[in-house]
């Protein structure tokens, strides 16, 4: 089975510091999508990132950047300079390509960042 | 519409209750996605459509719940004779047909089965 691992359940930063948030899967595919998805208290779930498995490069989005290390299916986040709206939950995810089936997404069980003033 | 639509946002059962749950999702979004999210935990997939066709309900958990998309916009998941472990947020979520596979998600209906 696949799997998508975080193995912090809860980090804190300061406000203005970076934070690294962790994420390693299990697939035996070779061509994948990645992503980071955010959950403030109003549920809604909102993109921060995707990485394509083909591509060398670590995305990046304003604060936003991954770690992302195929060899080692290890997809880390990284939030520079952190703003108290970014406190939520952050679920790791990823997406088979020609899979078939269901064709969605499979979600860590996520981290709880908090943001200290 | 501009987003993914989910109604309700709130729905308290009486265990052994019906429940059905609206799903709009983004106009012209071929795949549409449900999921479930228990209290502290990621969303867990349930079923998956494309336009009106069920392609995988391998995550439903029971006979109990049941979903369709009709016309291939609307979707409902229906939970017959709802049980405590039915407690939880059911997520909708949409796709269109760009390659990157990113979903679009709705707020989310939060069923609470006393």
């Known amino acids: 089975a696949q799997t998508v691992t975080q193995s912090q359940p809860e980090m804190s930063v300061q406000e203005a510091e970076t934070v690294t948030l962790s994420c390693t899967y299990d697939t035996s595919e070779s061509d994948y999508y990645l992503f980071w998805y955010k959950q403030p208290p109003s549920r809604q779930m909102i993109l921060v990132i995707r990485q394509e498995a083909y591509k060398q490069q670590n995305a990046t989005e304003n604060r936003f950047s991954v770690n992302f290390q195929k060899a080692a299916k290890s997809f880390s986040l990284k939030i520079s300079d952190s703003q108290l709206g970014d406190a939520a939950m952050y679920f790791c995810?990823?997406?088979?390509?020609?899979?078939?089936?269901?064709?969605?997404?499979?979600f860590g069980k996520g981290t709880h960042l908090i943001i200290q003033p | 519409g501009a987003g993914v639509s989910q109604s309700p946002r709130y729905k308290v059962a009486k265990r052994g209750q019906d429940v059905a749950l609206r799903c709009d999702p983004i106009s012209g979004h071929v795949s549409l996605f449900w999921y479930q999210q228990a209290l502290g935990q990621g969303p867990e997939f349930l079923t998956y459509?494309?336009?009106?066709?069920?392609?995988?309900k391998s995550g439903l958990p029971s006979d109990r719940f049941f979903a369709e998309r009709p016309e291939g916009s609307v979707s409902t998941l229906k939970i017959q004779r709802t049980q405590q472990e039915d407690s939880a947020v059911y997520l909708c979520a949409s796709r269109g047909t760009g390659h990157t596979g990113e979903l679009f998600f709705g707020e989310g209906s939060r069923l609470t089965v006393l």
């Open positions: 995810a990823y997406r088979i390509l020609g899979g078939g089936g269901a064709d969605g997404l499979t």
């Open positions: 459509f494309q336009n009106e066709a069920q392609l995988d």
